[in-house]
């Protein structure tokens, strides 16, 4: 199986695309499913739900907000308020989530530089391979990060437009809550996507623009 595990639809401040772009463009990317990661909210997952074709397993998803990096919440239902990474993680826990480190080390956005033992210790998995990290050595660090703690490496477009779905993803057998928790998945795809950060800086003006007029 083959699943983008960060994708961003327009719920998003930093992403213009709908649902149903977001539904097309994955299966154009021939996946078999994607995790809807939107900024500290699950406002479109059904509505992707809705466009996915038959045969794409959409899976809710939240990337929420922490003191230190990002984290994503995978198969949950609510989103974690935004507090210390540790708190998060023990939320996505209680409801019987998978909580994944995102580009936990891309000092270009946010990171994590405390409390690393800790975090490692609660955390299930560590994205390996975000396509917009604009330096290899982000995704290095966190590759070494997550051998050095034995957890699981994924792989996620962090999609903000269609045509980034599908540039990174995560390959695993059987189930992907299984195959994160015993460590059998595998990242796969590109990174150093710079183009994809300059987009991303646009539609952030344009919606603060709207948003003063």
């Not at 929420?64 to 919440?73: A, S």
């Amino acid at each position: 199986m083959r699943y983008d595990l960060q994708v961003h639809t327009d719920a998003s401040p930093c992403s213009a695309t709908p649902p149903k772009k977001v539904a097309a463009a994955a299966a154009d990317a021939e996946l078999d499913g994607i995790v809807v990661t939107d900024h500290d909210t699950l406002a479109n997952v059904d509505r992707v739900r809705e466009h996915a074709p038959d045969g794409l397993d959409v899976v809710s998803g939240v990337e929420v907000t922490t003191t230190q990096g990002h984290l994503l919440g995978i198969d949950i239902e609510e989103a974690p308020p935004k507090t210390d990474p540790l708190t998060v993680i023990d939320e996505i826990h209680e409801q019987s989530g998978i909580a994944v480190l995102s580009h936990p080390f891309d000092t270009m956005r946010q990171f994590y530089d405390r409390e690393l033992p800790a975090i490692a210790a609660a955390v299930d998995g560590v994205e390996a391979t975000n396509s917009r990290c604009v330096r290899p050595l982000f995704n290095r660090q966190a590759r070494a990060f997550a051998a050095h703690h034995g957890l699981a490496i994924t792989g996620g477009s962090d999609a903000h437009f269609p045509m980034e779905v599908g540039r990174a993803a995560t390959e695993f057998d059987g189930t992907l809550r299984e195959a994160i928790r015993e460590g059998t998945t595998t990242p796969c795809g590109h990174g150093r996507y710079l183009s994809g950060h300059v987009a991303t800086k646009v539609q952030q003006a344009r919606r603060a623009i709207g948003g003063l007029r």
